[in-house]
C-alpha cells in the first residue's frame, strides 16, 4: 500500500513478495546492464545504422537507470525498506486515457510480447514509461492528437 511521499512502505512484504525478493530481482537487473549494456546497445542500436546522438541518449539514458536502481537497491537494505512508486523493469502499469485504460508489463526485450501486453524497456512506449512515477501525466509517442495518459497502477512484480 502506499505510504508517504509516494513510496511503498513494507512491514513483511509488498505485493507478495519480501523485501529481500524485490531486492534480489534489482539486483539481477543491475547485473544484467553491468554485463550486457554494450550488447544491448550494439543488438537495438548499431552503430551502423543509428545516429551517434540516438545511441548515446540511450547509453545515457540507461545508465539513469541504472543509478535509479543502485538508490532503490540501498534503500531496500535500510531499518524502513521502501520501493518508489516508479516503473521499472518488472512492474506491470496501468494507463487511464479519457477513453480507455490499458496495462502494460515492461520487460526485458527478448521476453517482448506487445500483442500480451509486455512491452521491452527499449520500446518507445517502455522508454517513455521506465521510472515515471504513480499518477505521473505523460505523453506516449504512438498517441493521436496528444492526448495524455495518466499513470494509474504500477505493481512491481519482479523478474520477467
Excluded at 518508489?84 to 518488472?90: A, N
Amino acid at each position: 500500500m502506499p505510504g508517504r511521499h509516494g513510496f511503498f512502505t513494507p512491514s513483511l512484504s509488498m505485493d507478495g513478495q519480501t523485501v529481500e525478493q524485490i531486492r534480489t530481482s534489482l539486483i539481477r537487473q543491475l547485473l544484467f546492464f553491468d554485463e550486457q549494456q554494450l550488447n544491448v546497445l550494439d543488438t537495438y542500436f548499431p552503430a551502423y545504422c543509428t545516429e551517434p546522438e540516438e545511441r548515446s541518449s540511450t547509453a545515457a539514458w540507461m545508465e539513469h537507470y541504472v543509478a535509479e536502481l543502485e538508490h532503490i537497491v540501498s534503500g531496500l537494505a535500510g531499518e524502513s525498506p521502501c520501493l518508489p512508486d516508479k516503473v521499472l523493469i518488472g512492474s506491470t502499469v496501468t494507463l487511464q486515457q479519457p477513453a480507455e485504460t490499458k496495462t502494460y508489463k515492461i520487460c526485458f526485450p527478448q521476453d517482448a510480447d506487445p500483442d500480451s501486453g509486455r512491452l521491452s524497456f527499449l520500446s518507445p512506449i517502455g522508454m517513455r514509461l521506465l521510472l515515471a512515477s504513480l499518477h505521473e501525466t505523460v505523453r506516449l509517442p504512438a498517441q493521436c492528437e496528444g492526448t495524455d495518459t495518466v499513470i494509474a497502477d504500477i505493481r512491481f512484480e519482479g523478474d520477467v
